[in-house]
């Protein structure tokens, strides 16, 4: 059993791949469709979700997408279920399976992350229609004060709870402890938060005893707060997200795949180059899991017209090809210069192919 969910583990962190998360619930579209007067209905967001799933030689670089419930319930413009039409163009199909943040009793400004309730059942069916990987996110805030020990150990502990029903259920679980960028503060104080809930959280999953081998890590780099006077550069972001992991991420874990957590399209993939260009011991494959900025640009091209839709895939495209050659620390200024439609097989075919 295991075995099998070690291979899956691997090729979610093939050479040169990446995940897409394109799990945003039904709310959350919605007010990213919102922003740009895009109307948010069941069809509109199927439409959108196979607009990035069938963009042509994307597959190069994507080995697996994240899934919002509706979506894997859904089917492509073709009648086939989207998780099936993901696992012929060989991208592994991956479900969100928490049930989102909520406010942490006793704490104000806190949450704990919901959704292991019933989870074993959920995710028995979730394997059933197709899904091969899980992700649960976790959200720790910093203030002055914050996180508390009760929020961290709180949501450690619910990371692992869903960890080991994964792999008893045969799914690989991704565990996102994100530490929110909000905030004013510098990024020594990033580096000592995220330590410390890495710490708690890998201390959880021993105690569960999830096997690390079948588990990804996909943790928040570490930054400075978005709103701190003092941003740090390129290198001090890899140098020190780099560090941080060396100390708390067991090398047992196969991969680490970053969240983008709200930074700008084009620094998540300098980012994630420059930590991959570090020299040093990195026992991980050090790859990408985003949402925003693997989507931002492509929501931007389509913005909810059918005549956009391969506007929208060329500039997925786009950055998908980025951030793949990024997790081979090969990614280059010239590399954005490059138009989108040159270097992608899209102007040759149609917006799917069914
Ligand atoms: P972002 O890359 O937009 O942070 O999203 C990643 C994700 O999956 C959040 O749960």
Redesign the pocket.
């Known amino acids: 059993m295991n075995q099998h969910l070690e291979s899956v583990t691997a090729a979610l962190v093939d050479g040169g791949k990446g995940i897409l ?1 394109a ?1 945003e619930t039904v709310p959350t579209l919605t007010k990213r469709f919102d922003t740009l007067g895009i109307q948010s209905t069941e069809e509109s967001r199927r439409t959108y979700r196979e607009m990035l799933f069938s963009a042509a030689g994307a597959a190069a670089f994507i080995s697996g997408v ?1 899934m919002a419930d509706e979506t894997i319930r859904q089917k492509s413009s073709g009648g086939m279920p989207l998780a099936e039409f993901l696992l012929n163009q060989g991208i592994l199909p991956g479900i969100k399976v928490d049930t989102g943040a909520k406010p942490l009793a006793g704490s104000s400004g806190e949450s704990v992350t919901e959704g292991l309730d019933g989870l074993r059942d959920r995710l028995s069916a979730y394997h059933d229609m197709g899904a091969r990987f899980a ?1 649960w ?1 976790a959200v720790i805030a910093i203030t002055d004060t914050l996180p508390s020990p009760a929020c961290v150990s709180a949501n450690a502990h619910a990371l692992a709870r869903y960890a080991a029903l994964c792999q008893e259920q045969h799914l690989v679980p991704i565990v ?1 402890p ?1 530490v929110l960028m909000n905030g004013s503060h510098a990024i020594g104080r990033c580096e000592e938060v995220t330590g410390a809930v890495l710490h708690s959280v890998f201390r959880a999953l021993f105690e569960q005893g999830v096997s690390l081998e079948a588990t990804l890590l996909k943790p928040n780099m570490v930054v400075a707060g978005a709103e701190c006077p003092h941003p740090a550069t390129v290198q001090e972001v890899a140098t020190a997200t780099l560090r941080c992991l060396r100390r708390h991420a067991p090398a047992a874990v196969p991969g680490i795949v970053f ?4 930074q700008d399209d084009r620094m998540a993939t300098t980012h994630l180059n420059a930590i991959n260009r570090l020299p040093g011991s990195k026992p991980w494959t050090i790859s990408f ?5 693997l989507q931002d640009a492509a929501l931007e091209a389509w913005h909810g017209r059918n005549e956009n839709l391969k506007a929208g895939q060329q500039a997925f495209y786009h950055r998908a090809r980025c951030n793949a050659a990024a997790s081979l620390g090969n990614y280059t200024d010239e590399m954005e210069a490059e138009a989108a439609d040159a270097a992608s097989p899209l102007h040759r075919q149609g917006w799917h192919d069914d």
């Open positions: 998360a799990d994240i992700k996110r996102e994100e969240l983008s957590g709200g899991s985003y949402g925003r900025a």
